[in-house]
């Protein structure tokens, strides 16, 4: 079975710093796909960015960007010039490339301070 | 447009009792999810519709949990002589087509207390 370890239950930044958030999975799948979700306190899963596995290149969406290490079976999260509206948790995600369902981590409580 | 919406927000029952939790997936959007998340937890899958039909029911704990989605748009999770460690948030996810790398739009969630 695929799991996901988050080992950073909390992680704090200050504004305009930059940040990085850790997640290592195990799979012996070959064609997977990796997701991290934010989870304000509205409870509501927000997607924030998602990397193929086959793609060498990390993935990279305005602020937010990973650092995908397929070897190591890592995906950190690295969060630049972080904006109180930053914190949240954060969920690592596994998703296998055949099924449809995601298996998440632990989580991280990211707290960003003035 | 409207996203996933779910209700109630928050139900409180007893042990033993019957709880129905719906959700209604965003319009024409064919996959369907449910996802339990305990206290601390990351959300844990339960089910995933395609249309009416279970695609993938791998993740429902044991009988007392079941969920229907007879005409392929709203979806009932239904859990029968509830018992406290059924006390989470279930969230319903929902996106276009299902399969992989497709993103899934969540729900805000039912947080189900039991006593």
């Known amino acids: 079975a695929q799991t996901v370890t988050q080992s950073q239950p909390e992680m704090s930044v200050q504004e305009a710093e930059t940040v990085t958030l850790s997640c290592t999975y195990d799979t012996s799948e070959s064609d997977y796909y990796l997701f991290w979700y934010k989870q304000p306190p509205s409870r509501q899963m927000i997607l924030v960015i998602r990397?193929?596995?086959?793609?060498?290149q990390n993935a990279t969406e305005n602020r937010f960007s990973v650092n995908f290490q397929k070897a190591a079976k890592s995906f950190s999260l690295k969060i630049s010039d972080s904006q109180l509206g930053d914190a949240a948790m954060y969920f690592c995600a596994y998703q296998t490339g055949t099924a449809s369902k995601l298996t998440f981590g632990t989580g991280t409580r990211l707290q960003v301070t003035l | 447009g409207a996203g996933v919406s779910q209700t109630p927000s928050n139900k409180v029952t007893e042990k033993g009792k019957y709880v129905e939790l719906r959700c209604d997936p965003i319009s024409g959007h064919t996959a369907l999810y449910w996802y339990r998340q305990s206290l601390g937890q990351g959300p844990e899958f339960l089910i995933y519709?395609?249309?009416?039909?279970?695609?993938?029911d791998s993740g429902l704990p044991n009988d007392r949990f079941f969920a229907v989605r007879p005409e392929g748009s709203v979806s009932t999770l239904k859990i029968q002589r509830t018992e406290r460690g059924d006390s989470a948030v279930y969230l319903c996810a929902s996106n276009p087509s299902g399969g992989p790398y497709n993103e899934q739009f969540f729900g805000p969630g039912t947080r189900l207390t039991v006593l």
């Open positions: 990397q193929e596995a086959y793609k060498q």
């Open positions: 519709f395609q249309g009416t039909g279970a695609a993938d």
